[in-house]
């Protein structure tokens, strides 16, 4: 395992993560601040959502074919894994508001949980694991805020 401490988060992946955090800030906040119209914010919030969710379960799709140090048992895991939360995304934009928040939430932490699981069987960047953590806590929050708004 790559635990090297003080390796930096590369400048473009730090820009692309931190950037993809910005239609979920504008959104949650937008539920808040326009509350005749939080129900569409709040829409297009998991919507974007959605799309991340099923965007950071590739990863694992990626993990699975180029990592080394993976036994076939572990590669399929992944392989498998990959796929859940597209799964779990989906039916989230056919649901109420809060129901959608939560399921949508509990995705992204599942997601993280098994990303951990991952940096626990393979060579990953020091950096990969906080900044996930990070991207993610971020995400849940403007999740279920959005979700608290848009039921009003």
Known sequence: ???????????????????GLVPFVVLAVATFADPQ?????SDALFAYGAVILSFVGALH????????????????????WSVVPALLAWPALLLPVLPASLLLVAGFSAQYWQDR???GMAELPAWFLPLRLRLSSVACLCLAAGGLAGRA
């Open 1 to 19: 395992m790559n635990r090297a401490s003080g390796e930096p988060v590369p400048r473009v992946v730090a820009w692309l993560g931190y950037g």
């Open 61 to 80: 799709w990626g993990f699975a074919m180029t990592l080394g140090g993976l036994s076939a048992g572990q590669r399929d895991a992944r392989f498998a």
């Open 37 to 41: 119209r939080a129900p569409f914010w």
């Open 117 to 119: 699981r991952l940096a």
